[in-house]
C-alpha cells in the first residue's frame, strides 16, 4: 500500500508561545524565510505525499492564504527580472500538493482533530505530522515521513517516530515500551501519556510523526477522554495498536524543533539559519562573535 495522503493537525490553541501565537498561529510562526507549516508540506512533498489535509480552527484562515496564489504579489514580482526567482519560490508554494482543510470545531485533543480526516482518509493508509513539531534531516538523508514510510511499506505495521528524550520531556509527552528489531526500529507493546516518574518505560517518547490505517478512527472512538483536562490523547488509541503487536517505532535520523515552545522556536532559527544557503555563512560568524561577549 502506498502512502500518498498526510494529515497536519494545526488545530491547538498555541499557550506556550502567546503572545506571538495570539493572532498568527503557531504553525505560521517564521523559521528564517519560511513559516513553520511549509517545511512539514514540504517534507510531505519530498515523501512522496500528493494529498494533504490541514487541520484548522478559528482564526487560522491565513494558512490558507499561504498555500494559494497570491495573484497580485506574483504579478509584481513578475515585471522585474531580477525577482524571477523570488517569484519562483512565492508560486511553487501553491503547488507543493493537493492541501484540504478542516476546521476542528472544539480544542478536545490531538486524538479528536485526528477523527476530523476520517473522510478525507477513506481507505487509505496515511501519515500524521503535528502541526508544530518541525524536523530537520542532514542533506543526503531522506525526509522523516519517507523513513516512516520505508518501515510501514517493509513491516507491514503501523510507525512512530521516536527519540530518545530527557526525563522532563518524557513526562511531558510519553513513554513506550519497546523491544529492538533492527539498529533503530523497535517492536513497541504498550505507550503511556505523560508518564509519572515511576511509570517511565523507555526514555523514547514519540515526537510528531506516524503512518497509521484507517482503523486508527475506531482506536479514537475506543479512547476515553482524559478525566482531568476532557482531551483525547492520540497515543493512547497508538497503544491500542501496540497491543495487538501491530505498532513499530522508528529512532529517525534527523533534528526535532518544537515550534509550540519559545526555546524550541530559537533552536529550529538557528539551525535553519546555520544550514541557509544565503546567510548560513553569515550567521555562524555572528554566533563566534556574540560567543566572545557571552
Ligand atoms: P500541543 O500539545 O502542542 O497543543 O499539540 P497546543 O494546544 O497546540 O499547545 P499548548 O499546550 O496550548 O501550548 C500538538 C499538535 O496537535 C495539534 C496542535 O496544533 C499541534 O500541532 N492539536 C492539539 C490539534 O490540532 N487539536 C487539539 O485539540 C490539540
Same mark, same amino acid.
Given at each position: ?10 488545530? #491547538? %490553541? &498555541?499557550?506556550?508561545? +502567546?503572545? *506571538?501565537?495570539?493572532? /498568527? ?5 517564521? !523559521? ?76 478536545? #485533543? %490531538? &486524538?479528536?482533530?485526528? +477523527?476530523? *480526516?476520517?473522510?478525507? /482518509? ?5 501519515? !500524521? ?77 514519540? %515526537? &510528531? ?86
Amino acid at each position: 500500500m502506498k502512502v500518498t495522503k498526510a494529515v497536519i493537525p494545526a488545530a #491547538g %490553541l &498555541g499557550t506556550r508561545v +502567546l503572545p *506571538a501565537s495570539k493572532a /498568527v498561529p503557531k504553525e505560521m510562526l517564521n !523559521i528564517v524565510d519560511k513559516p513553520a507549516i511549509q517545511y512539514l508540506v514540504e517534507e510531505c512533498a519530498r515523501s512522496g505525499i500528493t494529498d494533504i489535509l490541514i487541520i484548522t480552527n478559528r482564526g487560522k484562515g491565513v494558512i490558507e492564504d499561504h498555500f494559494d496564489y497570491s495573484f497580485e504579489l506574483e504579478q509584481n514580482l513578475k515585471k522585474d527580472e531580477k525577482k524571477a526567482k523570488l517569484f519562483e519560490s512565492v508560486h511553487a508554494v501553491a503547488d507543493l500538493a493537493n492541501i484540504y482543510y478542516i476546521r476542528q470545531k472544539e480544542t478536545k #485533543g %490531538l &486524538g479528536h482533530a485526528i +477523527l476530523t *480526516a476520517e473522510n478525507f /482518509v477513506g481507505s487509505d493508509p496515511f501519515a !500524521i505530522l503535528y502541526g508544530d513539531d518541525i524536523i530537520l534531516t542532514d542533506e543526503g538523508v531522506k525526509p522523516v515521513t519517507a523513513q516512516l514510510i520505508d518501515v510501514f511499506e517493509e513491516s507491514g505495521k503501523c510507525v512512530c517516530g521516536v527519540k530518545e528524550c530527557s526525563e522532563e520531556q518524557v513526562m511531558k509527552y510519553c513513554t513506550l515500551d519497546v523491544t529492538p528489531l533492527s539498529s533503530n526500529v523497535y517492536d513497541v507493546h504498550r505507550i503511556i501519556e505523560k508518564p509519572k516518574k515511576e511509570d517511565i518505560l523507555s526514555y523514547f517518547s514519540i %515526537l &510528531g510523526r506516524n503512518v497509521v490505517t484507517p482503523d486508527v478512527f475506531d482506536l479514537i472512538r475506543n479512547t476515553k477522554p482524559c478525566e482531568k483536562t476532557g482531551e483525547v490523547y492520540f497515543s493512547e488509541a497508538l497503544s491500542a495498536y501496540a497491543e495487538k503487536n501491530r505498532l513499530a517505532a522508528v529512532d529517525f535520523s534527523g533534528t526535532r524543533f518544537d515550534m509550540g515552545d519559545k526555546l524550541g522556536i530559537m533552536q529550529a532559527n538557528c539551525e535553519a539559519a546555520l544550514r541557509h544557503p544565503e546567510i548560513g555563512e553569515a550567521f555562524r560568524q555572528y554566533l563566534k562573535d556574540l560567543a566572545k561577549k557571552l
